[in-house]
């Protein structure tokens, strides 16, 4: 019986010369594919003695190192469900995401150990382990008992890789199942369509990725890192962004992977140029709209065009700028890959023709399982003909090319990290004082977009914006805070008494001009 198991595909696409290296660190330590396999085997192990049940999810907040990563792969390798969490998220949003999810086994730093394990206890975790990201921590302790042989286990295409945290119109997140088919075509899909190679490049060994983006999300974790491995090459593991040492690497790379923050950042490095770039074959942008501003200065400095792509948390890549055979064109996401279905329709219901805007729905292998424990809120995201709703609006234009011109749900993409402005009003309008809010996502020369609050007070309350954001802050995690607070006496309101956000960001757009 064939083994769906995505990391059975990861590990047969690992070079044959398993001495040669598969990461090099920031902090000049170098990993070999011997070593991830030997890595991934002894983590998988320590899950294998637990006892947990099938489908366990492992619950994992930890900073970013060669060994978090493995402890994914090792996650898939023993048949459980990964469940990242970003390191930015306090107390209050670890406590939903465990009490939801109810994983058998929490992951986090030691720093955090006290409060994470205390939440994960009383959700009833039964295993808490810590890892650093400074090769510390019990996780390696124990694993370091374990053997270091493993057979992959057997996994259905259809079996859960992982659950990803994702917010649509309402406040709470909700989990995206991602099976293993789901990763695995669409990693082999971007495999072919970005032209990887396992020859070639500085170093005549094929292609070597600068990973600088956290892994707790679809693009670090899954379009990067599998992209990577599922071509054998060799990546750069910069635990966190520095456009510094990103522009020192570029020479030993040919493949970058960014969110439009990273390249704005990149251009204001002074070494940023066509020499640097010299080997470099392919920078891809995604996760937030690539401004046109920067993909023309892109080309003019480096002599490269940025590739654009378009996914999310519940399919993965959708769409793409070409590799090769066509223009790429700026302001736009390209085509959908192969396999992926993507129509634009009207409010009708009807598909609508060249040119109209519209909501864009997808249907493909790559589309996500449904989400966790939700079933009512999973059939409201499918239409009746099997199309994922994305809450994206967009249009096809008369050459193909897809463009996304704005969101139905209410979200803020700030610096490629998604805001919900309901879950923040929500947090406002507790503090003591305030009668109301409405977060506006606004431009911003660095995140793209950021948030920006308005308040009203309570009748004889004046709450001050600077206490509000203190108080948002001892909360929720830091990118979610507003970046300014204004309290005013009214909001602006429909006939419906709704209120309408587009006159308030209209209102604050060029705050930060
Ligand atoms: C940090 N800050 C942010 C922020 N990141 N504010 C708004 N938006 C963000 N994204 C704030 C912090 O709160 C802090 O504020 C200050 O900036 C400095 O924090 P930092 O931690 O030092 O920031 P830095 O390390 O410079 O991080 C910036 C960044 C990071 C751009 C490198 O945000 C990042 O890695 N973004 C990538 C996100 C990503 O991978 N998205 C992919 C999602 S997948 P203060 O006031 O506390 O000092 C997806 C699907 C798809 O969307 O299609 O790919
Ligand atoms: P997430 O929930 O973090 O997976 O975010 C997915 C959302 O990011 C999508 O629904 C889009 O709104 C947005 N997104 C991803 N890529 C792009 C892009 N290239 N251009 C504009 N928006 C994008």
């Known amino acids: 019986m064939k083994n769906h198991n995505l990391f059975a595909a990861l ?5 044959q010369a398993l001495d040669e290296i598969a990461v090099e660190t920031d902090t000049g330590l170098f ?31 930890v900073e ?56 994960a206890f009383k959700a009833g975790t039964q295993n808490v382990f810590t890892l650093d990201d400074d090769r510390t921590g019990s996780l390696l302790q124990r694993a370091a008992h374990c053997s270091d042989r493993h057979t992959v286990v057997q996994r259905g ?27 695995l075509s669409n990693a082999l899909v971007l495999k072919d369509y970005w032209g990887w190679t396992a020859t070639g490049g500085p170093e005549g060994r094929g292609d070597v990725l600068i990973h600088a983006l956290p892994i707790f999300h679809v693009h670090g974790l899954f379009v990067a890192l599998h992209g990577a491995l599922i071509n054998g090459s060799k990546m750069i593991w910069l ?24 390249y704005t950042r990149l251009l204001g490095e002074p070494g940023l140029n066509r020499e640097a770039c010299r080997n470099m074959r392919l920078f891809v942008a995604g996760s937030a709209p690539l401004l046109i501003e920067t993909f023309t200065e892109w080309q003019q400095r480096t002599g490269h065009t940025i590739l654009e792509r378009y996914g999310m948390s519940e399919t993965v890549m959708l769409t793409s700028n070409p590799y090769e055979g066509g223009e790429r064109r700026g302001g736009t996401v390209g085509f959908a890959l192969p396999g992926v279905s993507l129509r634009v329709q009207g409010d009708d219901g009807k598909a609508l023709p060249t040119g109209e805007i519209g909501a864009i729905q997808v249907k493909g292998p790559n589309v996500f399982q449904g989400y966790w424990r939700m079933p009512e809120k999973t059939k409201e995201e499918f239409t009746a003909d099997g199309y994922f709703k994305t809450g994206d609006v967009g249009k096809i234009d008369a050459r193909g090319y897809i463009s996304i011109v704005g969101r139905s749900k209410d979200l803020i993409i700030s610096g490629g990290y998604n805001v919900y402005p309901a879950e923040i009003e929500g947090y406002i309008n507790e503090i003591p004082g305030v009668a109301e809010s409405a977060l506006v996502g606004v431009p911003h020369p660095d995140f793209g977009e950021v948030g ?10 004046a709450p001050d914006p600077a206490e509000i954001l203190a108080s948002l802050k001892s909360r929720l995690a830091n990118f979610k805070i507003p970046k300014r607070c204004f309290v005013v006496p009214e909001l602006p309101r429909n006939t419906m008494g709704k209120v309408q956000k587009n006159l308030l960001r209209d209102q604050y757009k060029t705050l930060f001009a």
């Not at 070999?32 to 366990?56: C, E, F, I, K, V």
């Not at 040492?245 to 990273?262: C, I, N």
Request: hydrophobic letters at 45%; glycine letters at 8%.
């Open 64 to 119: 970013k190192s060669v060994e978090a990563m493995m402890l994914y792969l090792a996650t898939l390798r023993a048949g459980y469900v990964f469940l990242p969490l970003n390191t930015a998220y306090q107390s209050g949003e670890i406590e939903y995401f465990i009490g939801n999810a109810e994983p058998s086994v929490v992951v986090c730093s030691s720093k955090n150990f006290g409060w994470v394990s205390k939440i």
């Open 239 to 262: 635990a966190k962004f520095d456009p510094k040492l990103v522009v020192r690497k570029l020479p030993e790379a040919t493949v970058f992977m960014g969110v439009p923050t990273l």
């Open 452 to 461: 920006v609050a308005v308040v009203i007070a309570k009748p004889g309350s």
């Open 11 to 15: 590990r047969a696409a690992f070079p």
């Open 157 to 183: 295409a259809d079996d859960l890789a992982a659950i990803l945290y994702t917010s649509g119109t309402t406040g709470r997140s909700k989990g995206a199942m991602l099976s293993h088919e789901n990763m």
């Open 31 to 61: 990993y070999s594919w011997r070593d991830l396999d030997r890595g991934t085997a002894m983590m998988a192990n320590l899950l294998a003695s637990l006892g947990l049940p099938a489908g366990a999810r492992i619950a994992v907040q």
